[in-house]
């Protein structure tokens, strides 16, 4: 059996279990609230920018849930079990992933589904969808990968923290700033500047694609980014899958 066969075989499996577990009545019930309040009371067709601005907060907000749930059923001693029949790690890892974009991935399908048959979208037709949604779904492929890479299957403890470090400081431009960095030594200062344009650059792609994606503007450079957000999933991916096949297996209890 290959081990694509293997990944899809575990992912279905990932979802039944999830399925029976109960948790799919959050996304179930986020779904359901977020498309009334959101997109179901306006009395006037949505432009696109609000659409694939909402959608996206709110699929990303909703990976996150998904992602930890589905994680945390593969961090049980029953995987113990599932890998001495042969799965593999890598096929372990990568089916669990799989479910979260299928949760993940449904969602928003369910979303667009419902918004094109009670209030369509103004302006917006295949070819618009089509160029938001690409860009949309890779950011939450993204931002699974990054919780998978994360997971305490994946990671020990210190480098989940030292990674999370490194995505705040990375983010730190917002909180740091201004009188604060003014009052910094100047090498200290400098440093600090050098270190958030290194760390912040792998994140470019995810911000400029959630721009791509409410403009639907691919012209210039804008078209590379799908591609950048593609490579960085798979690098992501890559690092996890190697990291958990080094890693003594410890499932939580």
Do not use: K
Request: proline fraction near 6%; aromatic fraction near 12%.
């Amino acid at each position: 059996m290959s081990a694509l066969h293997r990944t899809l075989q575990f992912a279905v499996f990932t979802l039944i279990e999830y399925l029976r577990s109960g948790r799919i009545m959050v996304e179930a019930l986020a779904t359901a609230a977020a498309f009334y309040l959101l997109f179901r009371r306006w009395t006037t067709p949505m432009a696109p920018e609000y659409f694939f601005s909402t959608v996206g907060l709110f699929t990303l907000g909703l990976t996150f849930y998904t992602g930890s749930a589905i994680l945390a059923l593969g961090d049980r001693p029953p995987g113990y079990v599932l890998l001495a029949r042969r799965l593999g790690r890598g096929p372990y890892l990568l089916g669990l992933y799989t479910a979260i974009l299928a949760v993940t991935w449904g969602v928003y399908g369910v979303i667009c589904l419902l918004v094109a048959a009670t209030n369509p979208v103004d302006g917006l037709d295949l070819r618009g969808w089509l160029l938001g949604t690409a860009p949309l779904l890779l950011n939450l492929a993204l931002l699974a990968a990054l919780l998978t890479l994360l997971s305490p299957i994946v990671l020990p403890a210190p480098w989940r923290l030292a990674v999370l470090a490194l995505v705040a400081l990375a983010f730190s431009g917002s909180l740091i700033g201004g009188p604060t960095m003014a009052s910094l030594p100047a090498p200290v200062a400098v440093g600090l500047d050098v270190l958030r344009t290194v760390l912040s650059t792998p994140l470019l792609p995810a911000f400029t694609g959630f721009a791509i994606s409410v403009s639907r503007d691919y012209s210039g450079v804008s078209i590379a980014i799908p591609v950048a957000q593609l490579f960085l999933v798979i690098g992501m991916l890559a690092l996890a899958v190697y990291t958990f096949a080094r890693r003594e297996l410890i499932f939580s209890s």
